[in-house]
């Protein structure tokens, strides 16, 4: 490093960072900064100062996990918000294809695919209002009753759109949560 500051016209000073090991045996994140001392062209030496930087790394650490934990949450959030979007989305498809197909389509049938739009879009603005609560008081949403399995996973395939699939709950559990929460799980 020295030699490569000697062989630079304009760089007289470099800074980089290190772990010192005190004789306690703690390691200490360090920054050090260090210059030539002026002489001309000849080397005459170097000074330099030794910072403690633990605070600056605790904090960097701390905003990688926010940032972490943020990315996780938008991404569950994105996919929350898609899956409802999806059925909106194919039901509407779905009717304007029969309708500019100009297909007899049947009222109840019809009124069928524009209710569950309905939903999905209820459905939507549901959590975005939890989300909007979340990110302004940052604590849990709703609270605990005492809900089955069963209950909460028909509610969460309703919002689902799998009209090839089928759904089975093979076993049935009692179980104390937030169930919008638990259906958003």
Not at 47 to 61: F, N, Q
Request: aromatic letters at 4%; hydrophobic letters at 40%.
């Amino acid at each position: 490093r020295i030699r490569n500051l000697l062989q630079s016209d304009s760089r007289r000073s470099d800074t980089w960072e290190m772990e010192l090991v005190t004789a306690d045996g703690d390691h200490v994140p360090c920054e050090i900064h260090y210059a030539l001392l002026p002489a001309g062209t000849d080397y005459r030496g170097i000074v330099g100062v030794i910072r403690d930087v633990t605070e600056r790394k605790r904090r960097e650490e701390e905003l990688r996990q926010q940032r972490a934990r943020f990315e996780e949450f938008a991404s569950v959030v994105s996919h929350d918000l898609r899956n409802p979007l999806t059925v909106a989305a194919g039901r509407t498809d779905h009717v304007r294809s029969q309708l500019a197909a100009d297909e007899d389509i049947d009222r109840e049938t019809l009124v069928g695919h524009l209710e569950t739009a309905g939903a999905a879009h209820d459905r939507m603005a549901d959590i975005i209002d939890d989300l909007l609560t979340l990110s302004r008081r940052g604590d849990v949403i709703g609270e605990t009753e005492v809900t089955t399995l069963a209950a909460v996973t028909d509610r969460a395939w309703d919002s689902v759109q799998a009209d090839a699939a089928t759904l089975a709950v093979v076993a049935d559990r009692s179980l104390e949560a937030d169930t919008d929460r638990l259906r958003q799980l």
